[in-house]
C-alpha cells in the first residue's frame, strides 16, 4: 500500500483512486472535496461537492445555486465515508469557512490542508494541525524572506496615513473573499470606528460575513458618495480596481495594498501601490516550517508556490520532500498581478472580474 | 531607528512632492533631538560611510542562514540589502532585554568611532534589535544606496514647515550648521532666535522668470525692461568671502543651492572677487561658447581630469550682482545692480580675469524688435555664440533681487524649439495622480531596415499635453493595446495606423545607450497630431542632420 493509492496528482488536481474524488479539483469533476472558496480552489460544475457549509454558501454566492449537481455540507470534526475512505474537515485557518481534508484509509492518514495560515484573523476559526503520516502543503510564501508582520501593526499604517492625510481617500486593495474582510476586523480592532467604503465587489461576500455574526462596524456602498464625503475615507476595493479609471473618483488617493507580496519592494512599486500593508491570509516561512513539523508527518509533499525552498528546507531536516508541480492554483493572488497591468484575468471568477469597468463609481 | 526606517519606507513610496514633505514633518515633530538632526543629515546627504562594503554583509548572512535558501531568495527579490533584511534571523525570545531597537544617532556615532574589526559584531547586533523595515534602512544608509526620491532641499523645506518659515530662510542659515541641527529645529519651532550665519560664502536663494506664454505682453511697456540673452549653460551662483581665520572660501553653486565648487576646481580657483554673483556656467573655448552638449561631457563625470580641466574650460558669463565686499545689493533695483556688476566684471578683466565675462545686454526699442532680435540672435549682437543661446531674458529695470519665482519682475522667452513629428509606440502608467493614466509615451521616427521602413524609439515624454489630451491618448492606448510588458503598453503603430504626436525638444545629443544614437533635451508633446497618418511621421535622418549643425 502505497500513500499514491490514497491520494495522487493528476492534470485535473489531486484524485483519490481509493475513494473516487478529487480535492479542489481545477476542471468539472464527478465528485470534489473544497477547500475553500477562492477561485482558484472552488469551480464550478463539478457533480457532487463536499465542504464546509461556509464554503459552499460563498460558492453560492459567487456561481448562482446551481454551481453543483448535489452538495454536501461538512462541519469541522465532522467526518464522512467516502468509498471506504473516510473524510474529517479541519480548520485551516485561511478564510470563513477554510478546511484541511484528512483522508483515512487502512491505517494510513494524508492531510490536503488547502491553503493555510497559523497566524490569529477574528474573521475564521484558528488553524488546527492535525497528525499525519503525509501533510499536503501549499508554499505560496515558500522563501525565508517572507515573514509576516503582526497584522494589528501593519493595519496601524493604514490608520496613522489617514490621520496624516484626513483630505485624501485611502484605496485599499484586498481579495474580495477573506482578506477585505479580515481587514475590517483588524481596523475595527485598531479604533477605526468611521463608516467604511466598499466597492461594488465586495458587498455580498461582506453581507455574508455578517450575517455569520462578524461585527464589522459601518459598512458602506462607495457607489453613489459624493466626492468631497470620501476625504478621509478608507475605501475598500478588490486589487484589480486600484489602477482602473475607477480611483479618478476619489479625492486625491493614496492607494495601499493589503498582500503577503507587499513584502518585497519590487513587487510594490511595480504596482504603483504608495502604502504597502503586509497582511497575509497564507502562512508565512516560519509558518509554514512550524505548521509541517506540528503535523509530525513522515512526508511532505508540495502543491504550489515556491515548493523548491520548502523541499529543500524538509531534506536539511531529514524529512522526505516532494514537489507535485500542480498547476491551475495561486490564481487568486495571479489575478490581482494581472489586474495591475490593466488586463481581464483569464480565470476570474466573477466576484473578481465585475470589478473592472465602471461598477461602484461614486 | 525603526520610526526613521518606517519614515524611509513611506518616501520610498510616495510620488507627491508635497505628501513627502507632511510626511518628513510629522516625523521632525515626533521625534526628539538628537535623533531628528541625524535623520535630517542622512536625509540631506551629510553621512557618508565607507567601512560597510557588500561583502561584509554577505558574510554576516552566510553565518546565519542556509546557502541554497539565501540564493533562492537574492534570486527572488533581486536586492541584497532587501534580501538580508528580510532574512535575517529573529534573535532567540528569550536573550536580550539590553538589545533594544538602537537609536539612529547611537548607529552614526559608532560607526564613525568603531575600528574596523568591530564592525561586523556590532552591525550583527544592531540588525537583532531592528524588525525588517528597519534593518533594510540600516542597510541601505551604511552602503550608501538610500534613495527615497527626496532631495535635501525637499527635507529643508519640511523643516521649515514645523514652523511658519519660507524653506529659503533655512536655505540661508543652512551652510552654517552641524548635525544635529539643535539651533535650527530651536528656531523653525519658535524656541531660539535665528541661528547666525557664519559661513563666509553663503548661499543665498535665487530670483526665477517666469515664461512668457502665447499671449505675449499684453500691456507690458518695452520701457520698463532690459533685455539679455538666455544662456544655454547652468544657472549657477558664484559665492567668495572670507572666514573669521582671514582664508579666502569660494563656492559655486546650483540653482537649487547645491554645492558644485568640486566639479569646477578650475572656475573656483580663478574667482577671486569678494561678493555673491548670479551668472551661466559655460564652457569657453578660444572665446567662444560652447553648446550645451559639449558643456555636458564635463557634467557627467564622476572625477576631473587635468585633461578634462584643459578641454573644458568652464566660465562665467555674470548676471547679476547680489552681494559686494559685505553689502547686500539685493534691495536694490536691477539698474543699480547691473550698474555695480559692470564696474566689477570690469575691474576683474582689467586685472587679467579670463574666466568671468559680463552678459551683454541685448538693445531693443519695442516688442517687435526684441522678437526680431530673439528670432536671429546671430545678427542681433550674440555673433558666433548665437548657438548657445537660449531665447532672451526680460528684467524689470526697477525691481530688487526677490528669491523665489515672484509673477512680473522676470520674464524668459526661450526660442522656439525644434519639433518632429513621432509616432506614439509604447506608453507607461504614471505615478501617483496619474496612475491610473497611461502617461508616459515612448516615441519612434522611422528608419530604414531590412525590410523596409521601420520606426525606432528616439525619446521618451511624459508632459506637454493638455488634461483634456491626456485623456484622449489614454484613452487611444486602451483601445490600440498590441501587447503588454509589466506596466508598459505597446500600442499600434503601423504605416496607416497609430498616432502621430508633434515633438518639441531643446537639442539633440549623441547617445550609445539609444538604439537610434541620439538623445533628445526636454522632449514634451507639443500637439497631437490626429490628422496625420504616421507613414507622414518624420524620419531619423532629419534627426542625424540636425545632430550635425549643433555640432
Known amino acids: 500500500m502505497r500513500p499514491e493509492d490514497l491520494l495522487c496528482p493528476s492534470p485535473k488536481g489531486l484524485y483519490s483512486p481509493a475513494g473516487d474524488f478529487y480535492v479542489d479539483p481545477v476542471r468539472a469533476v464527478p465528485r470534489a472535496l473544497i477547500t475553500h472558496g477562492h477561485s482558484d480552489h472552488a469551480r464550478r460544475g463539478h457533480g457532487q461537492v463536499l465542504a464546509t457549509r461556509e464554503t459552499l454558501d460563498l460558492m453560492a454566492l459567487r456561481y448562482g445555486a446551481n454551481f453543483a449537481g448535489a452538495t454536501q455540507a461538512l462541519a469541522y470534526g465532522e467526518s464522512v465515508d467516502i468509498n471506504g475512505v473516510r473524510v474529517t474537515a479541519h480548520p485551516a485557518g485561511h478564510v470563513l469557512g477554510s478546511a484541511q481534508m484528512a483522508l483515512d484509509w487502512r491505517g494510513l492518514t494524508i492531510v490536503a490542508s488547502g491553503d493555510y495560515k497559523d497566524a490569529a484573523d477574528p474573521t475564521c476559526a484558528p488553524f488546527a494541525p492535525v497528525r499525519c503520516h503525509v501533510f499536503i502543503s501549499e508554499a505560496t510564501f515558500g522563501l525565508p524572506v517572507f515573514r509576516h508582520p503582526d497584522a494589528a501593526a501593519e493595519t496601524a499604517k493604514l490608520v496613522n496615513s489617514v490621520g496624516l492625510f484626513p483630505e485624501r481617500a485611502h484605496i485599499l486593495g484586498a481579495y474580495s473573499l477573506g482578506k477585505a474582510q479580515r481587514m475590517m476586523?483588524?481596523?475595527?480592532?485598531?479604533?477605526?470606528?468611521?463608516?467604511?467604503?466598499?466597492?461594488?465587489?465586495?458587498?455580498?461576500?461582506?453581507?455574508?460575513?455578517?450575517?455569520?455574526?462578524?461585527?464589522?462596524?459601518?459598512?458602506?456602498?462607495?457607489?453613489?458618495?459624493?466626492?468631497?464625503?470620501?476625504?478621509?475615507?478608507?475605501?475598500?476595493?478588490?486589487?484589480?480596481?486600484?489602477?482602473?479609471?475607477?480611483?479618478?473618483?476619489?479625492?486625491?488617493?493614496?492607494?495601499?495594498?493589503?498582500?503577503?507580496?507587499?513584502?518585497?519592494?519590487?513587487?510594490?512599486?511595480?504596482?504603483?501601490?504608495?502604502?504597502?500593508?503586509?497582511?497575509?491570509?497564507?502562512?508565512?516561512?516560519?509558518?509554514?516550517?512550524?505548521?509541517?513539523?506540528?503535523?509530525?508527518?513522515?512526508?511532505?509533499w508540495v502543491t504550489h508556490g515556491a515548493e523548491d525552498a520548502l523541499v529543500h528546507w524538509a531534506g536539511t531536516r531529514g524529512l522526505r520532500a516532494r514537489p507535485l508541480h500542480m498547476v491551475g492554483y495561486a490564481e487568486e493572488d495571479e489575478d490581482a498581478q494581472a489586474a495591475a497591468e490593466g488586463e481581464p484575468p483569464p480565470a476570474a471568477a466573477e466576484g473578481e472580474a465585475e470589478a473592472g469597468a465602471g461598477d461602484g463609481a461614486p | 531607528m525603526n520610526r526613521f526606517a518606517a519614515l524611509l519606507d513611506r518616501l520610498a513610496y510616495e510620488p507627491r512632492r508635497n505628501a513627502k514633505i507632511r510626511l518628513?514633518?510629522?516625523?521632525?515633530?515626533?521625534?526628539?533631538?538628537?535623533?531628528?538632526?541625524?535623520?535630517?543629515?542622512?536625509?540631506?546627504?551629510?553621512?557618508?560611510?565607507?567601512?560597510?562594503?557588500?561583502?561584509?554583509?554577505?558574510?554576516?548572512?552566510?553565518?546565519?542562514?542556509?546557502?541554497?535558501?539565501?540564493?533562492?531568495?537574492?534570486?527572488?527579490?533581486?536586492?541584497?540589502?532587501?534580501?538580508?533584511?528580510?532574512?535575517?534571523?529573529?534573535?532567540?525570545?528569550?536573550?536580550?532585554?539590553?538589545?533594544?531597537?538602537?537609536?539612529?544617532s547611537e548607529i552614526v556615532e559608532g560607526l564613525e568611532v568603531l575600528p574596523k574589526r568591530d564592525l561586523p559584531g556590532q552591525l550583527a547586533q544592531w540588525l537583532d534589535g531592528l524588525d525588517e523595515t528597519g534593518r533594510w534602512a540600516l542597510l541601505k544608509l551604511i552602503t550608501g544606496a538610500l534613495r527615497v526620491g527626496a532631495s535635501a532641499r525637499l527635507a529643508k523645506t519640511a523643516v521649515a514647515a514645523l514652523g511658519d518659515i519660507p524653506p529659503d530662510e533655512v536655505e540661508l542659515v543652512w551652510p552654517g550648521l552641524t548635525m544635529p541641527y539643535r539651533e535650527l529645529f530651536a528656531w523653525v519651532e519658535g524656541r531660539a532666535e535665528r541661528p547666525e550665519t557664519l559661513d563666509p560664502a553663503p548661499f543665498r536663494p535665487v530670483m526665477l522668470a517666469h515664461a512668457v506664454e502665447d499671449e505675449g505682453f499684453g500691456g507690458l511697456a518695452a520701457a520698463d525692461f532690459a533685455a539679455e540673452w538666455k544662456w544655454d549653460g547652468i544657472r549657477v551662483q558664484a559665492v567668495s568671502g572670507r572666514s573669521l581665520e582671514g582664508e579666502r572660501v569660494t563656492r559655486l553653486y546650483s540653482r537649487t543651492g547645491e554645492d558644485l565648487s568640486a566639479a569646477f576646481p578650475d572656475l573656483v580657483a580663478a574667482l577671486d572677487f569678494e561678493g555673491a554673483l548670479d551668472g551661466e556656467l559655460l564652457v569657453v573655448r578660444e572665446a567662444r561658447v560652447q553648446s550645451f552638449n559639449v558643456l555636458q561631457q564635463r557634467l557627467n563625470r564622476k572625477t576631473v581630469t587635468a585633461k578634462m580641466l584643459a578641454e573644458f574650460p568652464a566660465h562665467i558669463r555674470a548676471y547679476d550682482l547680489l552681494t559686494e565686499g559685505g553689502e547686500d545689493l539685493r534691495p536694490l533695483p536691477f539698474r543699480a545692480r547691473r550698474a555695480r556688476l559692470e564696474a566689477l566684471a570690469a575691474r576683474l578683466i582689467a586685472g587679467g580675469h579670463d574666466r568671468l565675462d559680463l552678459s551683454p545686454m541685448v538693445p531693443f526699442a519695442s516688442w517687435e524688435a526684441l522678437a526680431a532680435a530673439r528670432a536671429d540672435p546671430a545678427g542681433a549682437g550674440a555673433g558666433p555664440d548665437a548657438a548657445a543661446v537660449e531665447g532672451v531674458m526680460l528684467k524689470r529695470w526697477d525691481t530688487p533681487y526677490l528669491p523665489g519665482r515672484p509673477k512680473g519682475p522676470w520674464w524668459k522667452w526661450k526660442r522656439d524649439p525644434h519639433t518632429v513629428d513621432a509616432v506614439l509606440m509604447y506608453a507607461q502608467r504614471g505615478h501617483g495622480k496619474r496612475s491610473s493614466y497611461y502617461s508616459d509615451y515612448t516615441f519612434g521616427v522611422w528608419t530604414a531596415g531590412e525590410d523596409g521602413d521601420v520606426l525606432v524609439p528616439v525619446g521618451k515624454a511624459y508632459f506637454g499635453f493638455t488634461d483634456a489630451e491626456l485623456l484622449e491618448i489614454d484613452k487611444f492606448v486602451r483601445s490600440a493595446t498590441v501587447n503588454r510588458f509589466g506596466p508598459v503598453r505597446e500600442v499600434l503603430h503601423a504605416p496607416d495606423e497609430g498616432l502621430v504626436l508633434e515633438i518639441a525638444f531643446e537639442g539633440l545629443a549623441r547617445s550609445t545607450r539609444h538604439k537610434s544614437g541620439v538623445a533628445m533635451r526636454f522632449p514634451r508633446v507639443a500637439r497631437l497630431r490626429w490628422d496625420k497618418p504616421p507613414r507622414e511621421a518624420d524620419r531619423l535622418e532629419t534627426l542625424e542632420a540636425l545632430l550635425r549643425s549643433e555640432g
Not at chain 1, 459598512?219 to 489602477?243: F, Q, S, Y
Request: net charge negative; proline share 9%; charged share 20%.
Open chain 2, 24 to 104: 518628513m514633518a510629522d516625523y521632525f515633530r515626533a521625534t526628539p533631538d538628537p535623533e531628528r538632526g541625524v535623520a535630517l543629515a542622512a536625509l540631506t546627504g551629510k553621512l557618508a560611510f565607507t567601512n560597510a562594503k557588500p561583502g561584509l554583509i554577505r558574510t554576516l548572512i552566510a553565518e546565519r542562514t542556509d546557502p541554497v535558501l539565501f540564493e533562492m531568495s537574492y534570486d527572488y527579490v533581486g536586492d541584497l540589502s532587501e534580501t538580508v533584511a528580510l532574512m535575517w534571523p529573529a534573535p532567540p525570545k528569550a536573550a536580550p532585554a539590553a538589545n533594544h531597537p538602537p537609536f539612529l
Open chain 1, 185 to 300: 476586523a483588524l481596523l475595527r480592532q485598531a479604533g477605526h470606528a468611521a463608516p467604511l467604503y466598499v466597492h461594488g465587489a465586495l458587498t455580498e461576500i461582506t453581507d455574508y460575513y455578517e450575517a455569520k455574526g462578524m461585527a464589522l462596524g459601518p459598512i458602506r456602498p462607495v457607489k453613489g458618495v459624493a466626492k468631497a464625503e470620501l476625504a478621509g475615507a478608507i475605501v475598500i476595493a478588490p486589487p484589480m480596481a486600484l489602477t482602473d479609471v475607477w480611483t479618478r473618483n476619489f479625492p486625491d488617493p493614496v492607494t495601499a495594498f493589503a498582500s503577503g507580496w507587499m513584502r518585497v519592494r519590487a513587487r510594490a512599486r511595480q504596482r504603483g501601490i504608495e502604502l504597502p500593508l503586509v497582511v497575509s491570509d497564507h502562512a508565512d516561512w516560519d509558518g509554514l516550517t512550524a505548521s509541517v513539523a506540528a503535523t509530525g508527518c513522515e512526508e511532505l
